[in-house]
């Protein structure tokens, strides 16, 4: 019905069968205050009771849990996935052409390409360039690039690069992307050398890239090249 929660998979619970409670007296909402309707079940025979903490409207404008308060898409708490829309927002500049970019250095080089450091007057990026004789030639290349970019433009978490644009000239194909100023999980593990990760550092690291695989699954997506060279930490960790 329409007075049904709105809830998350993990909130909800694996039972079949939920029974939700009505409670006599409204509750105020956590975000706008409102008067609403609380709601309470049991997720499973083993748990404790849940309730609903904020209203449907607002749970529909934030496209939010009602009880945890999570982005039903990225599985993210709510100010953690706004803070990465504005970061979002903030990197697209529409009117960035290839000439207003300047070279930094190199960051690295793969199967297909080489990704640059570059920077314009407003922000630093990292862009990818893939040779066009190449992608001619072998049409596997060419159809990796065209999936390539069409994947990325198709994804928005903030546990993935973000990617801003592309360009071409008459020698390569530029995919304009989110420089990640950090280290990738192989270095980090060279700086480590023979110790060990701490366990709540491992639970960080592993449970962040099942955040992101998961959003890859939901969107019908298969990461076939996940390796700690392609996993990358920003200066927070």
């Not at 699954?217 to 390796?227: L, S, T």
Request: aromatic fraction near 12%.
């Amino acid at each position: 019905t329409s007075e049904f929660p709105i809830l998350c998979d993990t909130c909800l619970g694996t039972s079949k069968f939920v029974r939700m409670i009505k409670a006599d007296f409204d509750s105020e909402c956590k975000i706008c205050k409102r008067p609403f309707t609380v709601f309470s079940w049991k997720p499973d025979k083993n748990s404790r009771y849940k309730r609903t903490e904020i209203c449907q409207t607002c749970a529909k404008l934030k496209n939010a849990c009602q009880t945890c308060l999570f982005d039903l898409q990225f599985g993210l708490p709510v100010e953690v996935r706004d803070k990465y829309l504005k970061q979002k927002i903030a990197l697209q500049d529409y009117q960035c052409s290839l000439n207003d970019l300047y070279f930094c250095e190199v960051l690295g080089k793969g199967k297909f390409g080489q990704v640059d450091l570059v920077h314009n007057k407003k922000h630093v990026y990292a862009i990818k360039a893939i040779n066009r004789k190449d992608a001619n030639t072998h049409k596997r290349i060419a159809t990796y690039l065209i999936n390539e970019r069409s994947i990325m433009i198709s994804l928005c978490h903030p546990l993935i690069v973000k990617f801003v644009k592309s360009f071409k000239s008459n020698n390569f194909v530029f995919l304009l992307l989110e420089y990640v100023n950090g280290i990738s999980l192989k270095e980090l593990e060279a700086i480590y050398n023979t110790k060990s990760f701490k366990v709540k550092e491992v639970r960080f690291y592993i449970g962040s890239i099942l955040l992101g695989l998961s959003y890859l699954h939901f969107k019908k997506i298969v990461h076939r090249d996940i390796k700690p060279g392609n996993i990358m930490i920003d200066k927070n960790g």
